[in-house]
């Protein structure tokens, strides 16, 4: 399930990027249209208390400030700064989840922040897909942050079997919030063509509510660590998908850490099976 919502997100840079919208419009509708999603996936069965409230705020945060990153910086940018979240989540384990961190999680994340290192070695100048690369890595690096805090959340109010649904509720709750609070500045939407509307709407139905069904389903039965590793494809494949459909080139570094990444991923991916197998 994890790697499904991987793939789903990773379609996201590709599809923020379009032309015809600014940030916050691609903000307010592909938020507006995932609530939309998640409510139905629900059946309006939602659970509603002050964690899945506050999971739900932090949420928020992190999908418009990476819609907002994505639009000022690359793609591969913007993804690999968020894919610095593991980091943040080895503080957050132990102390908030109770999870214990291994030898092996720590090896792993060395290795993942040479291969996020490696792609931001040399700083891209200002193109037309991405106009003010300073900012977008700025808002990406807070990005990373709310990500983790979100993993963390998500992962807290989903592991009490009562709570069935909980974190569907929290990413209705911030998809909602951010197209609430996008809206104002968003309006007038322009007179974009049908295959911009198009991409918008897959953004809201397909690459967040979707993808947060099958996110918050393997997080009931993985540690948040481990999803946030498995989420590394992810980052891998993002800028892949923007090369291909808007043309922006990640370059030779960008390739190089995320092969490290995907050898790093696929070996404790192995690894994780091979341990919970009966055989093993």
């Not at 399930?1 to 793939?7: H, Q, S």
């Not at 919208?21 to 069965?45: D, M």
């Not at 907002?68 to 080895?90: C, D, G, M, R, V």
Request: charged residues 10%; proline residues 6%; glycine residues 8%.
């Amino acid at each position: 399930m994890a790697v499904l919502a991987a793939i789903l997100f990773s379609t996201g840079g590709a599809g923020i990027k379009v032309e015809a919208f600014s940030g916050l419009q691609v903000s307010a509708l592909r938020s507006g249209i995932a609530a939309l999603v998640l409510l139905l996936f629900a059946k309006g069965r939602l659970i509603w208390s002050p964690h899945v409230a506050g999971a739900g705020v932090v949420y928020s945060a992190t999908v418009t400030l990476f819609v907002l990153s994505t639009k000022f910086t690359t793609a591969a940018n913007a993804i690999f700064l968020q894919a610095t979240a593991p980091i943040y989540l080895l503080l957050l384990g132990p102390s908030v989840l109770g999870e214990r961190i291994t030898g092996r999680d720590v090896l792993s994340l060395v290795f993942v922040a040479a291969g996020v290192l490696l792609c931001f070695h040399g700083q891209p100048p200002a193109t037309l897909t991405a106009p003010d690369p300073d900012l977008g890595n700025l808002l990406a690096l807070t990005c990373s942050v709310t990500w983790a805090l979100t993993l963390a959340a998500l992962r807290y109010v989903e592991r009490d079997p009562s709570r069935t649904g909980a974190g569907l509720t929290a990413a209705f709750i911030g998809n909602a919030i951010a197209s609430i609070v996008a809206l104002p500045f968003a309006w007038p939407y322009p007179a974009a063509s049908p295959s911009d509307w198009t991409t918008v709407v897959y953004l809201g139905v397909a690459q967040i509510g979707l993808a947060y069904v099958f996110l918050t389903l393997a997080l009931r039965r993985l540690p948040a660590l481990e999803v946030s590793i498995l989420l590394l494809i992810e980052p891998v494949l993002n800028p892949a998908w923007t090369w291909l459909l808007r043309g922006e080139d990640p370059g030779g570094w960008t390739i190089a850490g995320g092969a490290i990444i995907v050898s790093v991923m696929a070996a404790r991916s192995l690894y994780e099976a091979r341990r919970r197998s009966p055989q093993g």
